[in-house]
């Protein structure tokens, strides 16, 4: 889905390294009872939270709160939740980061890429033209973190507003 040939995203070697998520129960449900500093948005059914080893600014992932991995488990009312949350995805980062376009969509199984078979969850990156060049400009490894809680608090700002 995304072309990782085009898009630079040094941090994601954190992820590389780390090995990618380590069975320790599921994050998406972690969140989805606890909570997380990334959290955008907390619905009935579905969530929506910023991908901690993103592929651009704004990467969101949305997921529905049960843990499903495939899009024929989810019910009429997660399936329209999910697709909702979204569309106010596209919406709430249109307005707060001005992309010119958008990758949006799931990997489903771990040989299509999914990192988190288990349990489905739409990747919404936002791209803007020649995103390689403008990528350095955001940030390198050492202040990704922080440059993700400011934006996750714009979103949430901007989803609240
Ligand atoms: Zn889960």
Known sequence: MVNKEVIFA????????????????????????SGDPLLIHRGESCLVILN?????????????RRHVG????????????????QVRCLQIIRAVMN???????????????????????AHLVPRWNGDANFMPVVGGVKVIPEALEETARALREAWGG
């Open 10 to 33: 040094p941090w994601r070697m954190a992820y590389i390294k780390s090995g990618g998520i380590k069975d320790e129960g599921c994050f998406l449900c972690r969140v989805s009872e």
């Open 70 to 85: 495939d899009p024929s488990e989810l019910t009429a009312l997660e399936a329209e939740e999910l697709w909702g949350l």
């Open 99 to 121: 992309p010119q376009g958008f990758n949006l969509g799931m990997n489903l199984g771990a040989v299509a890429g999914a990192g988190l078979p288990g349990h489905l969850h």
């Open 52 to 64: 901690r080893f993103p592929y651009n600014p704004g990467h969101l992932l949305v997921a529905p």
